[in-house]
């Protein structure tokens, strides 16, 4: 069994402090959460409007079970399809504007299937550096051309688009990144696709429900939309439920229905999921005041952060990265916040480039202002007695 044997790979994770532990959760009420028995306040979440555990949605969930029961039993091809899953793509078109959508169980698959129905030998594909693994992954599956270029800049991707010569060029990029939690320069790239027949997909999984009117997310915040937009999200963030979506003209969409392995060659969204998100969308159109408690949240935050000895990047959105830089300094103190009853995750590489170990603070409309306090209070000291 040598040839199976991890041991000097397991080492050499953890020689690097690139190991990974799950916390195993115990109860769990919006930001307040138990492990190991020890209550924590934490500060991981993507769950930005706090509508995981939201009566209504719990409600829906529940009615629905009973209707459909837990299990959708097959792809959506063969009998995995219902009035729920149709009625939420309809519903999830009109909230995106865009004249259709498809559903699917989760986003990583989403992206690891849609690209590559999109694009394939002969093909190029335009891909932000700081892109989400899946988005990288459906582009490595496609097996089209792929040219990276540095995060946000425009100008390398216009020429690398001048120089293409590949018969589809499609453009991929997170909408908001979601390590960064800055915000894609959307209008500048869609231009682009414009002048050079090219595709834009974006993955908004950071953006729906909380960006732009009513949570329309990213586009609408820009307030662009095309005949090239691709728009994909996420359920399982802002939407507090699970799964995913793509949106765009009919006929794109009827190809990726008839071509996305992952989406045919997988077993559907249960139905109460379906439902419970059609509850979700109208609480997220329907709550500007979660979003408006997120914008106060984030503005406490970044005053309160200001001036310590970690770099706060500059972010708009709930992912407030705070860049640490060393991996074990970045343990450390996610560790001494621990210890203060405050959990924020150390994001390492390769999530992150090498040298940016940061962590992740995600705020979420559960939050109370004094929950912010804690976090600002709580780092102000270990600044002073680092
Ligand atoms: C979370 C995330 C995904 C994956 O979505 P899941 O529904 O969790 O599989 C895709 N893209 C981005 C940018 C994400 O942050």
Not at 267 to 284: F, K, M, N, W
Request: proline share 5%; glycine share 8%.
């Amino acid at each position: 069994m040598t040839a199976w044997d991890f041991t000097a790979e397991l080492q050499a994770l953890e020689d690097q402090q690139l190991t990974r532990v799950r916390r195993v959760v115990e109860q769990v009420d919006g930001p307040h959460v138990v492990i190991d028995g020890k209550p924590l306040l934490a500060f991981c979440s993507n769950d930005y409007l706090g509508l995981a555990q939201h009566p209504g949605l719990i409600e829906t969930a529940r009615q629905a079970a009973e209707r459909w029961g837990v299990g959708s039993g097959a792809s959506p091809l063969v009998s995995g399809y219902s009035t729920a899953h149709e009625a939420l793509e309809q519903e999830l078109a009109r909230f995106v504007g865009l004249p259709r959508a498809l559903y699917f169980y989760a986003g990583y698959s989403t992206n690891a299937g849609v690209v590559p129905a999109l694009v394939g030998r002969g093909d190029a594909v335009f891909s932000d550096a700081l892109n989400h693994a899946c988005l990288i992954d459906g582009a490595r599956l496609s097996r089209a051309e792929i040219h990276a270029y540095a995060h946000g800049d425009v100008l390398a991707l216009e020429r690398l688009l001048a120089a293409s010569t590949a018969r589809r060029k499609l453009v991929i990029t997170d909408a908001v990144f979601s390590m960064d939690g800055a915000i894609a320069p959307l209008p500048e790239i869609l231009a682009l696709c414009e002048r050079f027949d090219a595709l834009l997909m974006i993955d908004d999984a950071h953006g729906f429900g909380v960006l732009g009117p009513q949570g329309r997310g990213t586009a609408a915040h820009f307030g662009i939309t095309s005949p090239r937009l691709l728009y994909m999200a996420t359920l399982g963030k802002a939407a507090g439920v699970h799964g995913a979506f793509v949106a765009g003209q009919a006929q794109l969409v009827e190809w990726v229905l008839q071509r996305a392995r992952s989406y045919i060659f997988a077993t559907a969204a249960p139905a109460l999921e379906a439902e419970t998100l059609r509850t979700a969308l109208q609480v997220i159109a329907r709550d500007d005041w979660r979003r408006g408690q997120l914008q106060s949240l984030i503005a406490q935050l970044r005053e309160g952060l200001a001036g310590l000895p970690w770099p706060l990047l500059a972010s708009a959105t709930p992912v407030q990265p705070l860049i640490v830089g060393d991996n074990q300094a970045a343990l450390d103190l996610m560790a001494a916040l621990r210890e203060r009853g405050l959990w924020v995750p150390a994001i390492r590489p390769p999530t992150v480039p090498q040298g940016t170990a940061r962590l992740r603070i995600s705020l979420s409309a559960a939050h109370a202002a004094a929950d912010v306090q804690r976090l600002v209070d709580a780092l102000r000291e270990l600044a002073q007695t680092r």
